[in-house]
């Protein structure tokens, strides 16, 4: 009686840490989506890039933009040369 009750709560435990790791990661994964590119600027001075292969069709920037896919994706609207890089400065 005691080794199953023992491992019945032991496996309650295992299930309920298991589900709360699952609820933390997804909430990690939520991306802030910027107004403009002031206010994106005001995190990422460089900007966001999709990829670090991207070039710049602009020319020479000042600061280096800061790499993340699902950020970019967010703030897509702010490319408007379309060369993968939001809000480059």
């Not at 590119?37 to 460089?46: A, I, R, V």
């Amino acid at each position: 009686m005691k080794r199953s009750l023992t491992i019945f709560l032991s496996l309650g435990l295992v299930l309920g840490l298991s589900f709360g790791a699952s609820d933390t990661a997804g909430a990690k994964t939520k991306v802030k989506t910027y107004k403009n590119c002031t206010e994106l600027n005001k995190d990422y001075k460089g900007g966001v890039a999709r990829t670090s292969s991207v070039k710049n069709k602009g020319g020479k920037t000042k600061y280096k933009p800061h790499v993340s896919k699902e950020l970019y994706d967010a703030n897509k609207k702010s490319d408007r040369d379309k060369d993968w890089i939001a809000c480059e400065k």
